[in-house]
Each structure stands twice: as structure tokens, then as C-alpha cells.
């Protein structure tokens, strides 16, 4: 039995990631925003809610497949989109996007990936998805556009909620700020992995390769982390929004939703997906988790926009809980970025692998053949 097969839940994972990567690397992907209530939350909501079974029905087999913006995936998960995966291990964004490809469900690439549109398209045949921001250079967004049409990425997503960087304290006191300040500690801690160290420094030097060719001469890895920051847009509005979706002229998914007004005026500018977020809990801190404004968000959208839920999903009946109440399917970051961690390639799929056969299992203990069949009976909030 390999190591990573001994990892039976997205907790195990995450043990076997915090045992291989450096302290600093570890709380990049793990923390949140202040004092991380918001973090801690959009786990812990879920439970707020309980299943409600049925029982002697015919369950021999559950039909998981569903169709997210006009892609037919394997089961109600998708990658979201995650920045400079090659920290987190050297294969980085292509191993995740292969592991997406062959576990039937989609991948979202980053703008700040550590590997280019082109690169990505190429190290994998499966559905993508190009997540974009509002930066102040829009030249930049027309190439990013035009960029992902010619690679065949079948939706954008537009992420709304970084006007400017949230606070996150760990990162702070362990030194990875723009430019990086890097303590004692954090480098001793390094030197004590020294897998991870092995590959860093073998592997070529970590870039942002599809902003790379923006930063003027800039070409090392804190310079143009500089360059990124200043080009986050805090005058954004959703004539921006609609600018872009006029560009594109395809699906369109908008994240960073936790309200229903902006729900409404997301669906008004042209979006054909709202994606209920809170950045991971790591932008602004003590705001609702997606999985209590779902169902408001679903009743006011719902029917004129797929609604995803992003933000705390661990388990397989965190993602049923989401379908009934009216979500299309689910996003995870930190659940495959564990397992990526962990194991690379390797480590993704068994972190999809997980999710899967959590949902199946599930599914037919609640009674149900299908997540077709998921409806609000299935749930019901408990009584505190």
C-alpha cells in the first residue's frame, strides 16, 4: 500500500501536505484573512445543516454526472482556480490539470499560475476553464482573452473580490510579502525539508509565465510579483464585467458572490455563472460562508444563471448538501492543493478520487440514484 493510500480523507491529505512542505509554503495554502473566523467558517457552516434519507429504494447504482457551463463532467466537483501550484510542488498547474482531465472533470487555471495558458493546454486534453481579474492595463485582458480562445479554454472566470490583497497574517509573519521578508525561522524550517528543497532548486526558477512578457524588463519572481499587485484595479465596476463578457462572447462564470443584489447584477451584465464565494476565507474576514447564502443566492438567480459553490468543501456531503440546496456543482482549492502537496499528480487524483467515492457512497446511503434527484427535502437545518 503506497503512502498515498493511506490518505482516506481530505484531513489526511492535508496532515501528509504539512509533513512535506516548509512551515511558510504550508500556511500559504492553509491560512485565511485576520484572525481566519471567516476560514474556519465556511467548513464548520456546513454542519448547520443535516441529511434527511430515504430508505428501500432501488440504489444500485448513482449517477453523478452533470453539466457545468456547457461542459459534461464526471461528478459535481471542479478545480478552481489557484495560484503558483509549482510551490507547492514542481509539476505544479499540469499536474493538476491532468489529474482533472482523467478524474472527468474540469480544471480553472489562474492568471498568476506558475505555468502559461499554452503550457497548460498543452499538458492536458481536458475541459479548462481561464480565471481572470479586472487589472488596470485592460490590454492585458484583451491578449488573456484572445489567448484562451486560441487554446481552446471553454469558459472564463472572473474573480471580483481582490480589489486589493486580503491580510493574511501568516503570510506576513513568515515573511512571504511583495517583496519577500524571510525570517530565521522560515529558512531553517526549509533546510528541514529537504525533498521539497531538492526539487525547488533543481526544478527551473519559479515564474508567472502568463504575466512574465507584461512586467517590462522584469523577469525574476519578485519583481514581477510587484508588477501583479499594482495592477489589481480598486475602481473596478461591472461595466469592467460586462466589458469583458462581451469579449469573450461564451460561458462566463462570476466569483467572489455573497450577496443577492450582486448576484442579480452579475446575471444583468451577462454572466451565465455565479460562483458564491469568499476567496477562501482569505480577502475579507467575517463574512457569511457560501454555504449559508447559497440558498438565498440560488432563489434569486437560480434560474437564469448556474449557480457554484466555492469555499469549504471536505467531504462528500459537503458537496451533497450544496446540490440540495440548489447549487450546479462544487469548487475546491485547498482540498487538491493538499494533494498536490502531498504526492503531485498522484496526489490530486486521490484527492478527486476521495471526493468521488464520497459522493457516491453517500448519495445512495441518502437514498438517491442520482444528484438529479437532490432537492431541499434531502436537507434540513438543524435546530440549535
Known sequence: MSRLDRCYSIADLRRAARRRLPRAIFDYIDGGADDELTLRRNSRDF?????????????????????????????????APTGASRLFHHEGEAAV???????????????????????????????????????????????????????GYRALCLTVDVPVPGNRERDLRNGLTVPPRLVLGTLLDTIRRPRWLWHYLRSPPIAFRNVTGYAGAATDM???????????DPLVTWDEAAWMIEQWKGPFAIKGILSVEDAQRA???????????????????????????????????????????????????????????????????????FGLAAGGEAGVKRALELLRSEIARDLQLLGCNSIAQLDRSYVRRRIQ
Open 267 to 337: 446575471v444583468a451584465a451577462g454572466a451565465t455563472g455565479i460562483i458564491v464565494s469568499n476567496h477562501g476565507g482569505r480577502q475579507l474576514d467575517h463574512v457569511p460562508a457560501p454555504i449559508e447564502v447559497l440558498p438565498e443566492i440560488v432563489d434569486a438567480v437560480g434560474s437564469r444563471a448556474e449557480v457554484i459553490l466555492d469555499g469549504g468543501v471536505r467531504r462528500g456531503t459537503d458537496v451533497i448538501k450544496a446540490l440540495a440546496l440548489g447549487a450546479r456543482a462544487c469548487m475546491i482549492g485547498r482540498p487538491y492543493l
Open 47 to 79: 454542519l448547520r445543516y443535516e441529511l434527511v434519507p430515504r430508505v428501500l429504494r432501488n440504489v444500485e447504482h448513482a449517477d453523478l454526472g452533470t453539466e457545468v457551463l456547457g461542459t459534461r463532467i464526471g461528478f459535481p466537483v471542479v478545480c
Open 222 to 232: 519578485v519583481s514581477v510579483m510587484e508588477y501583479i499587485s499594482r495592477q489589481f
Open 97 to 151: 490539470a491532468r489529474a482533472a482531465c482523467e478524474a472527468g472533470t474540469i480544471y480553472s487555471l489562474s492568471s498568476v499560475s506558475t505555468l502559461s495558458i499554452e503550457e497548460v493546454a498543452a499538458a492536458s486534453v481536458g475541459p479548462k476553464w481561464f480565471q481572470i481579474y479586472v487589472w488596470r492595463d485592460r490590454a492585458i485582458l484583451k491578449d488573456f482573452i484572445a489567448r484562451s480562445r486560441e487554446a
